[in-house]
């Protein structure tokens, strides 16, 4: 079992990979295979919030770039790979600020509102 601060630098090498994907294109799937391994290890600890945010980003990422390269027949694709990018970057930086603030990740704020939204349920 790895300290805390063992599994705080694997975190920090795999945030770094995933930046290094804008140039080399292979390295988030290297951290996506990391994030997977140490998922466990990292579990019930505040650190277990970054690899769920790594994790997230890799497959909502992956699938907005796919689907803006497929769409960039009709031009909308560059906007939507475009703005895959613009929030792809937004959560590497959040995520690297509070790793390094040695904070969990907080929830969307859009979680939050749409949880207060939602309506509850009347008494019967």
Request: charged fraction near 15%.
């Amino acid at each position: 079992m790895e300290t805390s601060e063992d599994l705080k630098q694997y975190n920090l090498i795999s945030y770094i990979l995933y930046i290094l994907g804008f140039f080399l294109g292979v390295t988030p799937f290297i951290a996506i295979i990391m994030n997977y391994i140490k998922r466990d290890e990292m579990r019930g600890t505040w650190l277990e919030s970054h690899v769920d945010w790594q994790i997230k980003t890799f497959w909502v990422s992956l699938l907005g770039y796919i689907v803006g390269g497929l769409l960039t027949m009709i031009l909308i694709g560059f906007l939507i790979i475009f703005l895959v990018f613009i929030w792809h970057i937004y959560r590497l930086v959040k995520g690297m600020i509070a790793l390094n603030n040695n904070q969990p990740i907080q929830a969307e704020v859009i979680v939050e509102v749409v949880s207060m939204l939602r309506p509850c349920n009347p008494p019967l």
